[in-house]
Each structure stands twice: as C-alpha cells, then as structure tokens.
C-alpha cells in the first residue's frame, strides 16, 4: 500500500527505484565479566587491527571515487582507533573492572557519545558522535564475529533506507547504483547529508519511521526536493515523478548554461554570488558552481579531527591552497570560531552554563594571542597568493574589533620588518551577527572594511532562541521584521562609509529571503556551492529596482507570516 513520509530534504533531485534495506547487524551481546584480562586484551587487539585494515582500505578507495577531502573522515575514525584516550580507556576497563571487551567498548563509546552530543554543536560535535557510534560498531561487529551489509555489494539500481547512514556507508555508496536514500535519523548538517550533496545523490533524511515502513525491494520515490519518500508508489505517482524527474534534470541544464556567467538582475544589477566553505578541498565544488567568491571559510574546521593544534605553517598551505585555487577571486578567511559549541578535544575551556553566550570566537582568541597570532601570520603569509579578506568573528564591540586589528597589524608589522611579503590589499571585516553590533553597525563601519552578516547567529540572538532548540524552532524567524530592519540598518551603515555588505548565514541562498535580501541591497550572498546557480538563475528574473519599490512596505509589516505572504503574492 502507498505511503508518503516527511522528512527533511538533506540533497536536491528525485530518485525512483527499488529499495534496498540496510540493516544494522545484530550486535547484541550480553555483559559479562572475564577472568583471563590478558586473553581479553588480545581479543580487542585483534579487532582493533582488523577495523584499522578495514578503515584504510575504505579510505584508499574514497580517496581515489570522493577525493582527500571526503576521506578524510576515514582518518578521524583510524585516529580514534589508535587515540591512547579511547582505547587507553577501553583497556583500563578491562584491567580493573575485568569486563569483557565487549562490555569495556560499550561503556567507553556511551560515555565519548554522550559528552560530545551533549556539546549540542549543530554540525560538528554531532558528527563526532556519529564518528564514534560508527567506528564503535565496527569495532564491535569485529569482536563478536559479525558481519556487515556493505552498501558496496549492491549492483542494481536501488534507493537505500537506513536507519542512518554512516560516513563509510555514504563513501562506499556506487552512484551508479545508488540513485538515492532516505534514513530515518539526522539533519542538513549530519556528515551523511552532507556527502549526499557533494555526490549529487538524492537524499531525505529524519524521517523517523521509513526504516520501520518500507519492504525490501518494493518501489520507492525519494523526493529530495520536498523531503517526502513514497513508499510503493501508484503507476500514476511513478509517472508524474518522472516528470518531475526530467523537469528538475531540464532545470540543472538550463543551471549549469550559468556557471560562467556574472549574477545579475534583470535590471542589470551585478550582486556576487559567494560559497561558504570548510577546507581546501571544497574549492572544486565552488568552482564546478561557478562561484564568483568565497564567502566565509570557516577555518575551526582546519583545528578539528586532530590531537595538536595547527602549526602556523600547515595553516599558511591550508590558505594558500584556497587563495591559488580561487585564482585571484575574493576570499573572506573567517578567523577561529572555536568554543561555546564547538570545542577541541586538546584545548580545555571552561564548563559553562550558556556556551552560545560563553567563551568563545574573538572572546578566546583575543585570551589566547598565542592561538591567534599564529593564525594571523599564517593568514598574512598566505595573503600574496590571492586577494584575501580576514573576517573576525562574534565581535560584540568596537574594543574588541580595535584590538583585533591592532593584534593583526602588529604581526603584519613584523613579518614585514622580517622581510616576508605581505599584500597590501587585505580587508579587515567583521562577521555581523551579535544584535549589539548590528544595532551599532554605523559606527563599526568607521573602523571595519566589509561586514558579513551572521545570520544564523544574528536570528538566535535577536529572537533568544536557541538555534538548535526544536520546542523554540518558531521563534527563529529569518523573515521577521525585527531580524529585517536589523540586516537593513547593517547594510546601509556599510553603503553609508563606502563598503560592501555580505551575508554567509543560511538565510543567502533561501529562495524566499533572496528577493527580500536584494531590495535592502546586500553586495554579496554566500552559500552552499549547490545553492549558487539556482540563486544566479533567480536573480536573472527578478528586478533590484522593483524589488527596492517593496522596502518600505515589507519592514513596517508586523509578523515574519506577513512578510513570507508579501514576498510570496508580491515579490516573486
Ligand atoms: C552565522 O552565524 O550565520 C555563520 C555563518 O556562522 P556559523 O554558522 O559558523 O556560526
Ligand atoms: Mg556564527
């Protein structure tokens, strides 16, 4: 019978196929105490040696399909196969508790699960976790002789359900077969999503029940455009989501004839279109979708999935790369977000009650001058390689920013007087998602060359809810006009003392905000490399001078429902 099940749309594109049901292996095992530790011992050992064989073989083979990057996580699992931390612990458990391994493994992965989930990190920590629950099970699987469905064996075309998908599971997914797949746990932002739409494979994920619902090998949609899987669909639904199909194809084609085009309006307005990036290796990505900039590189990503911080020099490749890649296009490198919610396993930070308003950002780098001054050096190294804008983020106020600088400038100052070159044409920006800020943009802008507006941070702070609270979720309103009048009041501070403003929040490449985003006169909108030609081909079809007529009318609105309306019936 049919079925028709909402999720989140985690990867853009329709697939119809069988399913092919992953199931998780039967990892059952009963606690139980030993008395031979050593013989216990060994056993982890070997399973250990085998998970590590396995996990290189796995990475060689996405190195060589997906790229280093995507990889890469194949390393963070192997690291946490040799972390003295984890293991260290793992074989305590069995020295002093004499706890099987089986037992020992399960205490130490719950309690590695649980502190990184309860760091509530929206994107990083949650993939920690999942990095940990992943290996973990492989690990197990090992030491009760169990084995796993590879998603590798499967040599016909098929949509996989899963309860979740797992970073291997994703890497060894053959595009050839795999024309999409739906799981039952995870967000936009879980590691699995996010390879979905690097690979370009259809994807809806927390759907919560598609696992429990679907039959093995029945015919499934998976609309990744809408976040909907049918489950044994009618010949008539298989035929109009084949139109679907070939119309969203149609559209990517007719994306693609953009990537190298300028954006424009219809009225001949140029806006750049920028991508938000996490490392070096999602330049490709930024290119392939003819991005005309980066937008934010956030580079805590380079400080994460390792034991030591970054030295100056890896750091200043890390740049260098981004800058020579994006051949003389701008790139705004965002200094160290660290803390509050994204936290390094090798820097302790103090515990805190509200780590969203904590230690963290520009609060610990401007403490820590060691941490940030390496990184500025690498970054003014790296500066004659492109043209290269530094973006500080979560200032608050105008000490901060001033101090911020005067950190920068004095390192300039001394690799100068050390005879290194440094480009004379770095813009010094500001991220712009604090509300005090924001309300004081006029007078920032005296001091600060760009802003990029926050909005991820900016809507949380405005509205006080919690960007990953679900119970708060209605509050965090893009459209509002209180979050509007706020990007309004920022733009035109910039315009005002001769600078450009940008936005790398989500809200850029929101279809709805974007003919919203325009008539304030944001310069710059940066996104998710896959948003880019979508949003070039909007912008073709919309008038800035049109839209301008609307300002007025949309921020002396009452609700954020009242402008979604607007937009909606007048705008678009
Ligand atoms: C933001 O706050 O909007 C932003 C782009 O930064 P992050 O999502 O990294 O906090
Ligand atoms: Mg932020």
Redesign the pocket.
Known sequence: MTEKIKGIAASSGIAIAKTFILKNPDLSFERQTVSDREAEKKRLEDALEVSKNELTEIRNTAEKSLGKDKAEVFNAHLMFLSDPEFVGAIRSKIDDESLSAESALEDVSTFFIQTFESMKDNAYMRERAADVRDVSKRLLAHLLGVSFTSPASITEETVIIAEDLTPSDTAQLNRNYVKGFATNIGGRTSHSAIMSRSMEIPAVVGTKTVMEKAKDGEMAIIDGLNGVVILDPTAGEIEEYRRKQAAFKEQQEEWKKLVHEPSKTKDDVHVILGANIGNPGDVAGVINNGAEAIG?Y?TEFLYMGRDKLPSEDEQFEAYKEVLEKMDGKPVVIRTL?IGGDKKLSYLPLPQEMNPFLGFRAIRLCLERQDIFRTQLRALLRASVFGKLQIMFPMIATIGELREAKKILFEEKDKLIAAGTQVSDGIEVGM?M?IPAAAVLADRFAKEADFFSI?????IQYTMAADRMNEHVSYLYQPCNPSVLRLISKIIDAAHKEGHWAGM??EMAGDATAIPLLLALGLDEFSMSATSILPARSQLLKLSKEEMKKHKEAFLNLDTAEEVLDYVRTKMI
């Open positions: 934010l956030r977000d991220m998602e926050g909005t991820n941070d900016l790398c929040g």
